[in-house]
């Protein structure tokens, strides 16, 4: 059909959202999936009328500026949106949408994953045994953390704080958590609210990182706020990896302040401190929050919707900017 609107997609995405991309739009897709860099991308938008990006390509104020006048809305493939300069977005006139919600439970899982699998010691145990070097269970041997009845705090409680708290809760923890503003009591479902984290990290056993990366929220987990955590407590971070001072958190796992940490995300990715690598007691996951198909697509066809709903003159559902 001719006159479909322009959509160009910087990334490989999964087969069905490409298929409904490719059944709706004039769409370029990026089968190959190499990384533009802002010059490529630049030219690649020219006489789009759409974008569908990921946070691998920075939406700094330069960036949006240079944006051809053509592209009207821009869907990131994200929930987060630390990559937009959203203030420069409304100067322009360009929309912005990102995917809430439909990665909830699955960034969740992921967080009570790293919390497990640090407590109990999940990549020492498995490199043991891949190695050979399992000769029967031994009572004193590879001794985890008990996680059930243990203390949880959260740091964000969102949608996605929100749902680790829940599986949190099917471990019998307690759940404590330090938010801007308190959850009414049907949200809370009992959790312990501080208004003031210094008050909270005394109490965390575990912690959890669930906010958004801001200005305020940069390297929120420093080693001040570490040194008020229990001696032996668990650091678990799904979130961005700015909001932990890296290199604050490496220290306190060197020198045994931390019992250990697992993380899924860094400060610059992909790049992993050589210190974490080579630590036992942190479990490490390349960002991999919303990495199921079901979750994938979910995000994909939610880039679709706020898109679809733009060129028929709606109102995008999960507009930013
Ligand atoms: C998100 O959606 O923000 C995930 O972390 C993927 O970047």
Same mark, same amino acid.
């Given at each position: 059909?001719?006159?479909?609107?322009?959509?160009?997609?910087?990334?490989?995405?999964?087969p069905e959202?490409?298929?409904r991309l490719?059944?709706?739009?004039?769409?370029e897709? $990026?089968? %190959?999936?190499q990384l533009y #860099?802002t *010059?490529t991308?630049?030219?690649k938008?020219?006489? &789009?009328?759409a974008? @569908?990006?990921?946070?691998?390509?920075?939406?700094?104020?330069?960036v949006?500026?240079?944006?051809p006048e053509?592209?009207?809305?821009v869907?990131?493939?994200?929930?987060g949106?630390e990559h937009i300069?959203r203030?420069?977005?409304?100067q322009?006139?360009?929309i912005?949408?990102n995917?809430?919600?439909v990665l909830n439970?699955?960034?969740a899982?992921i967080?009570?994953m790293?919390?497990?699998?640090t407590?109990?010691?999940?990549h020492?145990?498995?490199?043991v045994?891949?190695?050979g070097?399992?000769t029967g269970?031994?009572?004193?041997?590879m001794l985890?953390?008990?996680?059930?009845?243990?203390r949880?705090g959260?740091?964000?409680?969102?949608?996605?704080?929100q749902?680790?708290?829940k599986?949190?809760?099917?471990?019998?923890?307690?759940i404590?958590?330090? $938010?801007? %503003?308190?959850?009414?009591a #049907?949200l *809370?479902?009992?959790?312990?609210?501080?208004?003031? &984290?210094?008050?909270? @990290?005394?109490?965390?056993?575990?912690?959890?990182?669930?906010?958004?990366?801001?200005?305020?929220?940069?390297?929120w987990l420093n080693?001040e706020?570490i040194?008020r955590?229990?001696?032996g407590a668990?650091v678990v971070?799904?979130?961005?990896?700015?909001?932990i001072?890296e290199?604050?958190?490496i220290?306190?796992l060197?020198?045994?302040k931390?019992?250990g940490?697992?993380l899924?995300?860094f400060?610059?990715?992909?790049?992993?401190?050589?210190e974490l690598?080579?630590?036992?007691?942190?479990?490490?996951?390349p960002?991999?929050?919303?990495a199921t198909?079901?979750?994938?697509n979910?995000?994909?066809?939610r880039?679709?919707?706020n898109i679809?709903?733009?060129?028929?003159?709606?109102?995008?559902?999960?507009r930013?900017?």
């Open positions: 059909m001719p006159n479909k609107p322009k959509v160009l997609v910087t990334r490989l995405l999964p959202v490409e298929a490719q059944r709706d739009y004039d769409v897709l $990026n089968p %190959t999936d #860099d *010059e991308l630049l030219a938008a020219e006489g &789009a009328d974008l @569908l990006i990921l946070p691998s390509e920075s939406m700094s104020a330069e949006i500026q240079r944006l053509s592209v009207k809305i869907a990131t493939f994200s929930v949106f300069d203030e420069a977005a409304k322009r006139g360009v912005f949408s995917t809430p919600e439970d699955c960034t899982d967080a009570m790293l919390l497990l699998a407590a109990r010691r999940g020492e145990c498995e490199a045994l891949r190695a070097g399992w269970m031994a009572p004193t041997w985890g953390t008990k996680v059930t009845g243990r949880l959260i740091v964000g409680m969102g949608r996605i704080g749902a680790t708290a599986r949190a809760r099917g471990f019998d923890m307690e404590h958590y330090h $938010n801007r %503003t308190r959850l009414p #049907d *809370e479902q009992g959790a312990i609210y501080h208004a003031n &984290a210094n008050e909270m @990290l005394p109490v965390c056993d575990f912690l959890s990182m669930h906010c958004p990366l801001s200005a305020e929220t940069k390297h080693a706020r040194a955590l229990p001696d668990i971070n799904t979130a961005r990896g700015p909001v001072d290199a604050a958190l220290a306190a060197q020198s045994g931390l019992g940490a697992g899924d995300v400060e610059r990715e992909p790049q992993v401190p050589a690598i080579a630590m036992k007691n942190v479990f490490l996951m960002h991999m929050g919303s198909l079901e979750t994938r979910a995000m994909g066809f880039c679709c919707d679809d709903a733009y060129f028929a003159g709606q109102e995008p559902p999960n930013i900017t």
